[in-house]
């Protein structure tokens, strides 16, 4: 009798669709916000609010610029031939050395402006004419010149990217904004991690995420419904992992995230039974350890702005799910049953609303995990004590099993590394530093940025083997 069918693996969407998470790309960078495409979503925009209902069903990666009635897509722009034929860049002949900066180059005043506002002139009409009644822009280098188009345009064209939420764009929308949300830590450190712990299709990883959920829905992605995630924490109360509702995970995808006690896990290694309080003490409320919300906060709305301009005002609008404090997902999490799932473009179920991420393991994966043993082990807990969490941790792995372990600071790492080694707990342990650093690519300026973060935290690595000492509880 044949086997029957697998099924087939799902695509991840390249359109938006009603209901999924977003994130908006402000003008190349300047304002980065996630949003979820719900039918009365708006955006700020300077002084206009706009409905994101254009959004949907657009490919991601659309760029959107602002009209007079809303968001409306760009046109394909042709290719510029300034630079000259097969990427030559032409001879510069002009220089800024005469320009002076005394406000009287520019003939259009702000009286002017704003009549063509009324007109119902378009931002790009007004560039334009900022740059027709300018005396001095005929002057100045080519490269002059595009930067005040770009300053202009900013300011009276405003540009929106539709980005998909990922585990790059993610990372790097909260490193840029509130890095100490995810303990600092750079995509491409985020990158190294997941390859130095073997994450690939149908492993079992053991993850210790105190970084808001960022390092579980990576391997999530990664893992692409195949295999299953662990995410486990300290104490009663389990860690927020809020950031997965942003990657906008099939449903399958979604059920293979779990989330249990650590002492659960070393109860059922060292005994042969799976605990029965396993699912009791799991089905609690997700929030972050030492940032539990009081009264007041709970009994406030929970669809609360959240704009990098109005982080502080409550007159923001509702569906704005800007990046900002631990509290900023709180109405991502609330799953609401009267919802259908999320459609993508095909019809299939891309990610339930009512579906959450971080419930507790069945007793039979449990006891699958006790006999075998975890595939990989990340860690990332900036806040805690490593050497006795990691000691805690290694022999719930399988022998020979990868892991890394995360920290923004060198010292804990160093520690842990000689613990390992006195014990006999692992091979192959090394401390690196990730190390990036970006260029700008522009013919005749190709040089590195001139800002950028040099501090991208600190991996130890190793390989778990089997240690002859019994205290170590093997």
Not at 85 to 111: C, F, I, K, M, P
Not at 344 to 350: A, D, F, L, R
Request: a negative charge; aromatic letters at 6%.
């Amino acid at each position: 009798m044949a086997p029957p069918p697998t099924p087939p693996t799902p695509v991840i969407p390249r359109e938006a669709w009603e209901g999924c998470s977003v994130l908006l790309d402000i003008n190349d960078g300047d304002r980065l916000a996630f949003f979820r495409l719900t039918p009365g979503a708006t955006v700020n925009i300077g002084d206009k609010s706009c409905s994101l209902q254009p959004l949907v069903g657009r490919p991601f990666g659309s760029l959107f610029r602002v009209g007079p009635s809303g968001l409306v897509p760009c046109a394909a722009e042709a290719p510029s031939q300034d630079d000259g034929a097969n990427g030559q860049a032409q001879v510069e002949t002009r220089d800024n050395r005469s320009l002076v900066d005394n406000n009287t180059a520019q003939t259009l005043s702000s009286e002017d402006i704003e009549a063509m506002k009324r007109e119902g002139a378009s931002g790009d009409a007004i560039v334009e004419a900022l740059i027709t009644n300018s005396s001095t822009f005929g002057n100045k280098t080519v490269f002059s010149q595009e930067k005040y188009k770009l300053k202009k345009q900013k300011k009276y064209a405003p540009k929106v990217l539709l980005r998909r939420p990922s585990t790059r764009s993610i990372c790097e929308t909260y490193f840029k904004k509130y890095p100490a949300r995810i303990g600092f830590m750079r995509v491409d450190t985020l990158s190294l991690m997941l390859s130095m712990a073997n994450v690939g299709a149908y492993s079992d990883v053991l993850v210790v995420d105190m970084v808001g959920g960022l390092v579980a829905g990576a391997v999530a992605e990664r893992l692409g419904g195949t295999g299953y995630v662990c995410s486990t924490y300290l104490g009663s109360a389990s860690s927020s992992i809020d950031i997965i509702r942003m990657y906008n995970l099939s449903g399958d995808m979604t059920s293979r995230i779990f989330q249990a006690r650590l002492n659960d896990l070393c109860s059922l290694q060292n005994s042969g039974d799976a605990p029965s309080a396993i699912s009791d003490s799991i089905q609690g409320e997700v929030v972050e350890p030492g940032a539990v919300p009081d009264e007041s906060t709970l009994a406030q709305p929970v669809d609360t702005a959240l704009s990098d301009e109005n982080a502080r005002s409550t007159a923001a609008q509702p569906i704005d799910i800007e990046v900002a404090e631990p509290a900023m997902d709180e109405h991502l999490n609330r799953g609401d049953n009267s919802l259908s799932d999320c459609k993508g473009s095909n019809g299939t179920s891309i990610a339930p609303k009512s579906l959450r991420a971080g419930k507790a393991p069945s007793p039979e994966r449990m006891k699958y995990w006790k006999e075998h043993g975890f595939s990989s082990l990340i860690v990332a807990a900036p806040g805690h004590e490593v050497e006795s969490l990691v000691a805690d941790l290694l022999p719930l792995l399988s022998y020979s099993a990868p892991f890394a372990i995360y920290h923004q600071h060198l010292q804990p790492l160093a520690t842990c590394m000689h613990s390992l080694q006195v014990s006999k707990m692992a091979i192959g342990l090394q401390i690196i530093e990730p190390w990036l650093r970006e260029y700008q690519v522009l013919p005749s300026r190709t040089h590195p940025h001139m800002q950028m973060n040099a501090f991208g935290g600190y991996i130890l690595s190793g390989i778990r083997i089997h240690s002859p000492d019994p205290c170590n509880g093997d």
